[in-house]
């Protein structure tokens, strides 16, 4: 069986596993808390097995791979069905576009770890932090609501009808902003994609509420 090491409320997370429920891959969930004693991901046992030191890490028979994206593109070559990513070229690189306009735009400026950085090493206080969050934030959302908006390719979802990779990366970058209390107003065709992508069950079982590792 797939073995997924997650964190409920990671966003990189939580990609793959909206992934694996569309795929209909059984997996196991092993919780990695990030925040627990300094950070399970920070010792020893974890680093030897992921020397990133970041969730996810996924282990498919003798394959084992870090970084979510990577994972994402794993599971579409090795499980095409049902495909994530379209037929057309020129569609598939749509996709990929938004999907890493978040993964590799917005997520990285907001994750945990700058986060902390920001707050324990620089000294920066809660309130200039919570500005530099929803200031990265907003401009990457305003940069895919414009791009949606003006290139006509979506539909019920990103691209179309059909959910894709760009919908597996929204949906989690969408919880953040909403937990970070970012308003969200300004980007109404993202926030109906979202609600549709939240209508299939692959991306309710996904949720961070309803993980293994969710408190209580």
């Keep these: 069986m797939i073995k997924l090491y997650s964190y409920f409320r990671s966003s990189a997370a939580y990609r793959v596993r909206i992934a694996l429920h569309y795929k209909g891959l059984a997996f196991q969930t092993l919780a990695v808390h990030l925040l627990k004693e300094g950070g399970e991901q920070k010792k020893s046992e974890y680093l030897q097995l992921n020397p990133q030191g970041l969730v996810p890490y996924l282990i498919d028979g003798e394959y084992g791979i870090s970084q979510s994206l990577a994972i994402l593109e794993y599971l579409e070559e090795t499980y095409p069905q049902p495909a994530l990513l379209p037929k057309n070229v020129a569609d598939r690189a749509y996709v990929r576009s938004i999907a890493q306009a978040i993964a590799c735009e917005i ?3 907001n994750n945990l770890r700058v986060l902390d950085y920001l707050k324990n090493t620089l000294g920066v206080d809660e309130q200039a932090k919570n500005h530099w969050y929803h200031h990265w934030c907003k ?5 895919l609501e414009s791009q949606l908006q003006q290139r006509g390719k979506a539909g019920l979802f990103c691209l179309g009808q059909t959910p894709s990779l760009a919908d ?9 902003a909403q937990r970070f209390e970012v308003d969200l107003a300004p980007y109404p065709k993202l926030a109906e994609i979202v609600n549709n992508c939240l209508a299939l069950e692959s991306f309710a079982r996904a949720a961070p509420a309803v993980q293994p590792d969710a408190p209580i």
């Design 168 to 176: 597996v990366c929204l949906v989690p970058q969408w919880f953040n």
């Design 139 to 143: 401009t990457g959302l305003q940069a």
């Design 107 to 109: 997520h990285p400026l």
